[in-house]
């Protein structure tokens, strides 16, 4: 099979588009990191707007969830116990999925079992100590949360854009049709008036 590494199809423009404008919005904001927005954007810009719709509440409920269980290990750790040991500490983060895990199986979150494991992980390994890790928690679920909502504006401009589009088509070969249907009809006329 050839592949043509050139050709950009509407799903990767869209999602090109998508994280540009998670990059742009981070310009804006402070304490953001987009990095986070974009991967929301990449996995939620799909085909449609319907598709995406439900791939962003489920990894809404995802970041929430996952966003919630990392400021709780971090509030535990501030508050009552930090393990000094690095690695020791990554033994306990990796062992805290499995709760995580079982909980997203509970919720019927299935499909979002990976993001809301990837958010924890993201706010549990990466907080720095000068940070409060509510501030930090939901600043990542702000991020995430940016990603998602700019993937599903993308999506309903292209949604919007291909309605339109097709629209467009369908008036201009309806006309045609009504163009080569009027021409018949004077042709014929001018055929019998000859006659």
Not at 61 to 89: H, K, N, Q, S, W
Not at 147 to 152: M, Q, Y
Not at 163 to 183: F, L, P, Q, V
Request: aromatic share 10%; net charge positive.
């Amino acid at each position: 099979m050839k592949t043509d590494f050139w050709k950009v199809g509407w799903r990767t423009g869209k999602t090109v588009i998508a994280v540009f404008l998670c990059f742009f919005i981070d310009t804006i904001r402070a304490n953001s990191v987009p990095f986070y927005a974009a991967i929301a954007a990449i996995l939620c810009v799909q085909k449609n707007l319907d598709d995406s719709l439900k791939i962003a509440l489920t990894r809404e409920i995802a970041t929430i969830v996952g966003g919630i269980f990392g400021m709780a290990v971090l509030f535990f750790e501030t508050t009552v116990y930090c393990i000094p040991d690095d690695l020791l500490r990554y033994l306990v983060l990796s062992v805290l999925l499995i709760p995580l895990i079982n909980f997203s199986v509970w919720i019927k979150q299935e499909d979002g079992t990976f993001l809301m494991c990837v958010v924890f992980l993201c706010i549990t390994a990466t907080h720095g100590n000068g940070e409060s890790p509510f501030a930090f928690g939901i600043s990542r679920i702000i991020d995430t949360t940016i990603g998602i909502a700019v993937a599903l504006l993308v999506n309903q401009f292209s949604n919007i854009g291909s309605k339109i589009g097709k629209n467009a088509s369908s008036t201009t070969c309806a006309n045609s049709r009504k163009d080569s249907s009027e021409e018949k009809v004077l042709h014929k006329e001018r055929w019998i008036k000859n006659k």
